[in-house]
């Protein structure tokens, strides 16, 4: 059974920086794709960033230039290394693993498997 595993969320000021990792377990799939969503209280859950196994990314306009998603092959493996970061920021982050094929990475139907989330909290 396919399972996520978040960890690296916290509390940091803003202007600071976090890097949060997913590790995939036990999946079948040849291809894939990654990406990190987060979801404010009261919000939609939005696209952060995202990672293709073949190295193709894509990232929300509003962390361009700020977050950088990086990715390890041998056991699948994202990081989202967040800096800069301002009170806006402040979310449940969440990993989402699906198959090759995503097409509209910003579409949580894109994905078959979610991680439980991570907080990060960003303060003023």
């Known amino acids: 059974q396919v399972q996520l595993v978040e960890s690296g969320g916290g509390s940091v000021r803003t202007g600071g920086s976090l890097t949060l990792s997913c590790v995939v377990s036990?999946?079948?799939?040849?291809?894939?794709?990654m990406a990190w969503f987060r979801q404010a209280p009261g919000k939609e859950r939005e696209g952060v960033a995202f990672i293709r196994k073949d190295g193709d990314t894509n990232y929300a306009d509003s962390v361009k230039g700020r977050f950088t998603i990086s990715q390890n092959n041998a056991k699948p493996t994202a990081y989202l290394q967040m800096n800069s970061l301002k009170p806006e920021g402040t979310a449940t982050y969440y990993c989402a693993f699906g198959d090759g094929g995503v097409e509209k990475w910003g579409d949580t139907d894109e994905y078959h498997y979610w991680g439980p989330g991570t907080q990060v909290t960003v303060t003023s």
């Open positions: 036990e999946h079948t799939y040849r291809s894939w794709s």
